[in-house]
T-cell receptor, first 116, second 112 residues
Framework: GAVVSQHPSWVICKSGTSVKIECRSLDFQATTMFWYRQFPKQSLMLMATSNEGSKATYEQGVEKDKFLINHASLTLSTLTVTSAHPEDSSFYIC????????????FGPGTRLTVL | GDSVTQMEGPVTLSEEAFLTINCTYTATGYPSLFWYVQYPGEGLQLLLKATKADDKGSNKGFEATYRKETTSFHLEKGSVQVSDSAVYFCALSGRAGNMLTFGGGTRLMVKP
């Protein structure tokens, strides 16, 4: 199956700093990528949908100035958490949508962000 | 809007027991249905999928049948192993652009 990578797999940062998380589709071109947030023992919460070459579409309640998403190419999307605070600590997961007919998404391994 | 409801966990079973995790959905049209598995500290892995009514998805001994009449996609396995301990998510894709709607997840714990 298709492979999606995320980098870094974990990051610890100080409050007030910005953190960038990369999501790459390694063996296919992804016109659409998705960013999710997952709190402990909870389901995934869709944060935004990014389409290559256009602005991301954010879900209701997600601050677009706080969570900057860039989808510069068909294989790379980045999520930048700006001025991070402890409440931003979470597990962030990206996924990439293929161009097949079954609306399947391929998930990255996730990035655990801890803000001190 | 679309929604997915799955049984709350945790589900605790002994090794070699039979597993059922219920999943029902609400959607317009004809969604594709998925089961994803998440092992501790990892992202989601696709376990199986079904794209039309009466399709049966299967993988690694797990099965689920797309039942349109009951809007269900229950996950089953005849004999679970300790290594199956994980969180299982039922999901559907009915919206444009590959968007998924997830259930709340069910934690499975298998004891030796």
């Amino acid at each position: 199956g298709a492979v999606v990578s995320q980098h870094p797999s974990w990051v610890i940062c100080k409050s007030g700093t910005s953190v960038k998380i990369e999501c790459r589709s390694l063996d296919f071109q992804a016109t659409t990528m998705f960013w999710y947030r997952q709190f402990p023992k909870q389901s995934l919460m869709l944060m935004a949908t990014s389409n290559e070459g256009s602005k991301a579409t954010y879900e209701q309640g997600v601050e677009k100035d706080k969570f900057l998403i860039n989808h510069a190419s068909l294989t790379l999307s980045t999520l930048t958490v700006t001025s991070a605070h402890p409440e931003d600590s979470s597990f962030y997961i990206c996924s990439a949508g293929g161009d097949g007919n079954y609306n399947e998404q391929f998930f990255g391994p996730g990035t655990r962000l801890t803000v001190l | 809007g679309d929604s997915v409801t799955q049984m709350e966990g945790p589900v605790t079973l002994s090794e070699e027991a039979f597993l059922t995790i219920n999943c029902t959905y609400t959607a317009t049209g004809y969604p594709s249905l998925f089961w994803y598995v998440q092992y501790p500290g990892e992202g989601l892995q696709l376990l199986l999928k079904a794209t039309k009514a009466d399709d049966k998805g299967s993988n690694k001994g797990f099965e689920a049948t797309y039942r349109k009449e009951t809007t269900s996609f229950h996950l089953e396995k005849g004999s679970v192993q300790v290594s199956d301990s994980a969180v299982y998510f039922c999901a559907l894709s009915g919206r444009a652009g590959n968007m998924l709607t997830f259930g709340g997840g069910t934690r499975l714990m298998v004891k030796p």
